[in-house]
């Protein structure tokens, strides 16, 4: 039976209503036991910003995912010519793989790849100059100094001519077909899409315990809200690693801003002005994520820190009549239930250990089993993908055990103090995720 994109949204978001009514009757004894030892105001605001409010979006994501059905891309006869950027700040280690990558793709047009050295003091300026010196299909721009990614991303944008034009992360493997499922999409998808992106996925994730870990995160979080949002219409971040835009809207909206979330900054000024942003989950992109918890936690920094950005330059878009609103609205509580995590539920784990149950206790049990369930919904969208693309999904219990369980105790005060160091203005770093 068709559904409608709108009634999907209506029947999803009903769902998760019916789901917050039964929370906050099954939470009454708790709030009634909280409030009395730590008030009213704060028992609220944690049982909402820990129980409630996840619980809701939890069920709005298991939901949509049930109705997702990603759409095909149409029979293209000539494939555009495109231009593809590659930032590069001291990348000497990935910087070749990530170009011979490039250079391999099975696309029917033409690609010229511009890397822009961004000032490296390693042997990234040397590398490039020899693979230049073999590839015409290769332009390198050497900038004097370094000056940020987004510095370096404009100044690729200026010297490209191509009406698509695809960035790169330096140290990003690109997939054999990745750049051709990523302009397919952008082909078929409806005619005020001005970006799309890709799928990025971990290829480090042997590492390290961390890396395992992420590997999940990226897999079945990132990947399952991406698939969300674009069933309503609603990509909120067309992500620097691995994404296509409309180079035209990209100049007419001042490129990219100078930001620690760059990406997500462009990504909301296009929202904002009308375009939308489309999603080709099987134009994969293989990264290496942080391999040690210094460089994970810096990593979510610049990402909470970027949303704030957005907010902070597009305060307006939380008004803008489309479905996917509801998603910049979750943005607007992601702080709140980041605080509430940080500074409620761990002390909470703390307490339980020694017998005091009134943060954590028996209704936190409770929740796993949903949180289960929605991970195995979300694993089953992600592995459709994986055998349409004849790939495997390696065995990682470990780390997906780690992702269920301690995950958040890392992430949630690593957001929060993104947020910080947006409200104070502190020095900004961007680093090279």
């Not at 050295?117 to 332009?139: A, F, Y």
């Not at 990745?178 to 999409?185: A, D, E, T």
């Not at 909301?268 to 999603?279: D, F, Q, T």
Request: aromatic share 12%.
């Amino acid at each position: 039976m068709y559904l409608s994109i709108q009634k999907k949204f209506y029947i999803t978001l009903a769902v998760a209503l019916a789901w917050l009514t039964v929370s906050v009757w099954l939470v009454r004894p708790w709030y009634h036991d909280l409030s009395q030892e730590i008030g009213v105001f704060l028992a609220t605001y944690l049982i909402a910003f820990i129980a409630i409010i996840p619980g809701f979006m939890n069920a709005f994501i298991l939901t949509a995912l049930l109705f997702d059905r990603r759409p095909q891309v149409r029979d293209i006869q000539s494939y555009p010519d495109i231009t593809v950027l590659v930032p590069a700040y001291n990348e000497e280690t990935s910087i070749i793989e990530t170009v011979s990558s490039l250079l391999r793709q099975d696309y029917p047009g033409m690609i010229q790849i511009i890397i822009i050295n961004d000032g490296s003091t390693d042997s990234t300026l040397h590398s490039m100059e020899v693979m230049q010196s073999n590839h015409s299909s290769i332009k390198l721009i050497d900038l004097p100094r370094n000056s940020g990614k987004s510095a370096a991303l404009n100044a690729g944008l200026h010297a490209s001519t191509t009406d698509l034009i695809i960035t790169v992360d330096a140290d990003c493997m690109i997939r054999l077909d990745g750049v051709k499922n990523l302009v397919g999409r952008y082909l078929s998808d409806p005619p005020n899409t001005r970006a799309v992106a890709g799928a990025i996925l971990i290829r480090n994730s042997r590492e390290n315990w961390i890396t395992k870990a992420q590997e999940w995160d990226y897999f079945l979080g990132i990947s399952a809200t991406k698939r969300v949002q674009s069933l309503f219409q609603g990509i909120l971040v067309a992500q620097g690693a691995f994404s296509l835009y409309h180079r035209q809207t990209v100049v007419d909206l001042g490129g990219w801003p100078n930001s620690v979330g760059e990406d997500i900054v462009l990504t909301w000024a296009m929202l904002a002005a009308g375009h939308r942003i489309g999603h080709a989950e099987n134009a994969c992109a293989f990264t290496n994520c942080p391999n040690n918890l210094v460089q994970f936690i810096r990593q979510r920094q610049r990402w909470s820190r970027g949303m704030i950005e957005a907010f902070k330059a597009q305060p307006r878009i939380l008004f803008k009549a489309r479905l996917s609103t509801v998603f910049i609205w979750w943005n607007t509580v992601f702080p709140c239930m980041d605080v509430a995590y940080t500074f409620g539920f761990i002390p909470g784990i703390i307490l339980a250990c020694f017998g005091n149950f009134l943060i954590v206790g028996p209704m936190t049990l409770a929740l796993l089993p949903p949180a289960f369930v929605l991970n195995r919904i979300m694993y089953q969208a992600g592995k459709k993908m994986f055998d349409s693309a004849q790939m495997k999904v390696r065995s990682n219990n470990a780390g997906f055990l780690f992702y269920m369980i301690g995950y958040s105790l890392i992430l949630q005060p690593a957001c929060v103090l993104g947020y910080i160091s947006e409200i104070f203005s502190f020095k900004k770093s961007w680093g090279t995720k």
